[in-house]
């Protein structure tokens, strides 16, 4: 019988109504809330595989870990928290969850545009501070349609593609910025450099894996390429955008305003000025919590264990 261990199932399962049976039908499966590097070590002894979410797995854990060990599942996307180098040096597979949050992911970067375009957060922060002028006066911040918009998309995976199809369907024009090239036959989509989507555009959504190639990718000389009237946002990985470069930009009206589902690091710290801007829109990582997202994870990480054991591995990164 294979022996799973998760090690981390509480950030998965923070309210308790998540169904495991998909995974628990395949093996011994053992579940802690959370685990410290010590725990971590305790826990995997004479275990098959290892699912973690964005828990730390470095080289030096890795190098521990006993022979018994051959998969080890990052439960999401990004993977940036587990040493890959060090687990093919220990010959121990790596795969993760690609597409689970698409749908969840998407419609949060539609909200946010949704909601910068109509400046639906600096006008309730008007009413928490009972200023009413927007009522009594006139309207005093900015609300522009989106229909002949132009959203620049960094990085064309499945959560990129899905945040396009409901951009093109409400009019916008769209910019792609990706390593690899998709014919999407579309005259309103065009694939640029990231330079012209930065120049060009009047939303930025990043889609992209943190590496060491995307670390700080968007840093303050490509903040500079945007337009003063032009918006960020982030559901990706938070160190993907220099956040000091950022905050500048914002203090000094470069652009418009970001929103922020990542950050970096997270959480944030408490005095972190982000909190306190009138141009941002702060939220926990929420992009991959909805209920039906986190469900739909369990049974596909039920479905990639099932495959390693069954000799035809999927979602292998090394």
């Known amino acids: 019988m294979n022996k799973i261990v998760f090690l ?36 995997v002894k004479e275990q098959n595989i290892v699912i973690t979410k964005e828990l730390t797995i470095n080289k030096e854990l890795i190098e521990k870990f006993p022979s018994s060990v051959k998969l080890i599942c990052e ?12 687990a093919r040096e220990k010959g121990i597979s790596v795969c993760n969850v690609p597409g689970y949050s698409s749908e969840a992911v998407a419609q949060l970067v539609i909200t946010f545009i949704l909601n910068l ?64 090239y998709k014919d999407l036959s579309d005259s309103n989509i065009k694939f640029v450099s990231l330079e012209e989507l930065l120049k060009e555009s009047d939303f930025v959504t990043i889609h992209c894996p943190l590496t060491t190639e995307t670390r700080y990718l ?15 946002i982030n559901t990706s990985r938070g160190a993907i955008i220099k ?7 914002l203090n000094n009206k470069k652009i418009a305003g970001a929103a922020l589902d990542v950050q970096d690091p997270e959480p944030p710290e ?18 991959w919590k909805c209920f039906e997202s986190r469900q739909r994870l369990i049974n596909l990480l039920a479905n990639n264990i099932e495959a390693f054991i069954k000799n035809e591995p999927v979602n292998i990164i090394v």
Not at 75 to 86: C, K, L, Q, S, V
Not at 218 to 232: H, P, Q
Not at 270 to 287: A, K, Q, R, S
């Open 8 to 43: 981390n199932a509480s950030r998965i399962n923070f309210d308790g109504q998540l169904d495991f049976s998909s995974l628990d039908n395949l093996g011994k499966v053992t579940k802690y809330e959370d685990s410290s590097n010590d725990e971590i070590l305790e826990r």
């Open 75 to 86: 439960a999401g996307t990004g993977y940036n928290n587990i040493d890959i180098i060090a």
């Open 117 to 180: 375009s109509s400046s639906l957060a600096q006008q309730q922060r008007m009413i928490e501070n009972k200023n009413y002028s927007n009522f009594t006066k006139y309207l005093q911040v900015p609300h522009i349609e989106i229909q002949n918009k132009t959203l620049g998309i960094i990085g064309a995976g499945s959560i990129g593609i899905q945040v396009m199809n409901v951009a093109k369907a409400l009019g916008m024009k769209i910019l792609i910025y990706s390593r690899s």
């Open 218 to 232: 968007i840093d303050k000389s490509r903040l500079d390429l945007m337009k003063s009237s032009s918006f960020i």
């Open 243 to 249: 956040e000091t470069d950022l905050i500048e930009a």
């Open 270 to 287: 408490l005095n972190n000025p982000l909190f306190n801007m009138e141009n941002v829109i702060l939220t926990p990582h929420i992009g």
